[in-house]
Nanobody, 123 residues
Framework: VQLQASGGGLVQAGGSLRLSCAAS????????MAWFRQNPGKEREFVAG????????NYADSVKGRFTISRDNAKNTVYLHMNSLNPEDTAVYYC?????????????????WGQGTQVTVSS
C-alpha cells in the first residue's frame, strides 16, 4: 500500500486548508485511514481517523469542531478539512493506514505511512 499526501502550505491564523491522501496498491487490505502530525522533537500525535466502511470518525480533542475527516472510496482518497487554524496546528501532517479495524489513536498500530506534508499557520 502506498500513500501520497498533499495539500499542505502556509496559511494565516483563522484560515483553512484541505489535505488529501491518495492510497494505491492493496488498499483492500486496509480498514482505517488516519492523519497524524508531528513537530521536531515531539511525538507523532493522532489527529483524526475514519474507517473505509464508514461509521463515526475519531478526532483528537485539540481539533474537534475544527477539523473534519472524510473519505472517497471510489478514489481511495481521504481528506482532512482544517478550519479555524491556529499556530499550534503547525506541523508536518502524515496520513497512515491500518490493516486492523480498531481506528487506534496509537501510531504503533498503523502499518503504512505516507510522506509528510508541511502545514504552517502564521499568527
Amino acid at each position: 500500500v502506498q500513500l501520497q499526501a498533499s495539500g499542505g502550505g502556509l496559511v494565516q491564523a483563522g484560515g483553512s486548508l484541505r489535505l488529501s491522501c491518495a492510497a494505491s496498491g492493496r488498499t483492500d487490505t486496509t480498514n482505517v485511514m488516519a492523519w497524524f502530525r508531528q513537530n521536531p522533537g515531539k511525538e507523532r500525535e493522532f489527529v483524526a481517523g475514519v474507517r473505509w466502511t464508514g461509521g463515526s470518525p475519531n478526532y483528537a480533542d485539540s481539533v474537534k469542531g475544527r477539523f473534519t475527516i472524510s473519505r472517497d472510496n471510489a478514489k481511495n482518497t481521504v481528506y482532512l478539512h482544517m478550519n479555524s487554524l491556529n499556530p499550534e496546528d503547525t506541523a508536518v501532517y502524515y496520513c497512515a493506514a491500518e490493516r486492523r479495524y480498531s481506528l487506534s489513536y496509537s501510531k504503533l498500530e498503523y502499518d503504512y505511512w505516507g510522506q509528510g506534508t508541511q502545514v504552517t499557520v502564521s499568527s
